[in-house]
């Protein structure tokens, strides 16, 4: 299974889009179309890298627009970047979401004691390439961080890339711990100040920041893929979130091709003239 990305628009502009296309060339929801699973036996999830490490542009699955294209955040007007907080530079890992879940913010979690963020939920891959934005790759996950973001439960997904050399020496958050020295330590501490420079407080989080293992992680993302299949067949309200997509049938947001192009052909390259 593979998958392309189009994109429409000028990187650092709002009107950048990047949509995605499955194998055999047709638009697809990153969101909604892509399987969660790569190989569910042995628990290998797909995901979705939205910034490459060491970037700054706060890119995202646009879950409020048809298909779901990628998109540059915006708050305020204006485009949003991380800024680099020392000693970070930018994202410290490929970061991205796994297709198919969703934190419900009608569920209050019974560790957390907060509600879901609206979003798939995220992950963040520690393997040694540095990926390119809109990459579908296939990850073991190792852990989770449950960070509380203004409130609500937000879970960071600890992975590692299955195509990365040392993948199968990374088989839970023990791992990270002894393989990557200080990996752990930096990412609680890119999450809890990476908001200061934007005037808002220090995050905070569940578990008194510690890190719960492969098996809990696993069951959270679970979880979060139920909550998706209650979306999708409108046993919960989906709010402003957009479930346009094209592969699930059984689905009553599923949409033909020929509406998925209608959807792409609307966001228009636009040219600009100038007069020497």
């Known amino acids: 299974m593979s998958f392309t990305v189009e994109e429409r628009g000028r990187p650092n502009t709002q009107d950048y889009r990047v949509f995605f296309k499955n194998s055999e ?10 399987p969660i699973y790569a190989n569910e036996a042995q628990d290998i999830f797909h995901a979705v890298v939205e910034v490459p490490r060491w970037t700054n542009a706060k890119m995202e699955i646009a879950t409020k627009d048809p298909l779901n294209p990628l998109k540059q955040d915006v708050k305020k007007g204006n485009l949003r970047y991380v800024a680099n907080v020392f000693p970070h530079k930018g ?3 490929n970061y991205g979401a796994i297709p198919q879940t969703w934190e419900d913010p ?18 963040c891959d520690i393997g040694n390439k540095v990926c390119s934005r809109g990459d579908v790759i296939k990850v073991k996950v190792l852990g989770t961080l449950a960070l509380i973001d203004e409130g609500e439960t937000d879970w960071k997904v600890i992975v590692i890339n299955t195509e990365d050399p040392e993948a199968a020496s990374f088989n839970n958050i023990d ?4 393989l990557k020295p200080g990996y752990l330590e930096a ?9 200061v420079p934007d005037g808002k407080p220090e995050n905070q989080f569940a578990f ?15 979880s979060t893929h139920e909550f998706w299949k209650s979306l999708m067949s409108m046993k919960t309200n989906a709010g402003e979130l957009n479930c346009m997509n094209t592969t699930v049938s059984d689905s009553p947001f599923c949409c033909s091709a020929t509406d998925a192009d209608t959807v792409v052909e609307s966001v228009i390259d636009k040219w600009f003239y100038y007069e020497n």
Do not use: L, M
Not at 25 to 34: A, L
């Open 175 to 178: 791992d990270v711990r002894q």
């Open 208 to 222: 008194n920041g510690e890190f719960k293992n492969r098996d809990f992680a696993i069951k959270t993302v679970k």
């Open 106 to 123: 009608n569920h209050k979690d019974s560790d957390t004691g907060c509600c879901g963020d609206n979003d798939p939920i995220d992950i």
């Open 187 to 195: 990412t609680v501490d890119w999450f809890k100040r990476y908001k």
């Open 25 to 34: 060339g047709k638009y697809i929801s990153p969101f909604h179309d892509i």
């Open 91 to 93: 994202y410290i890992w």
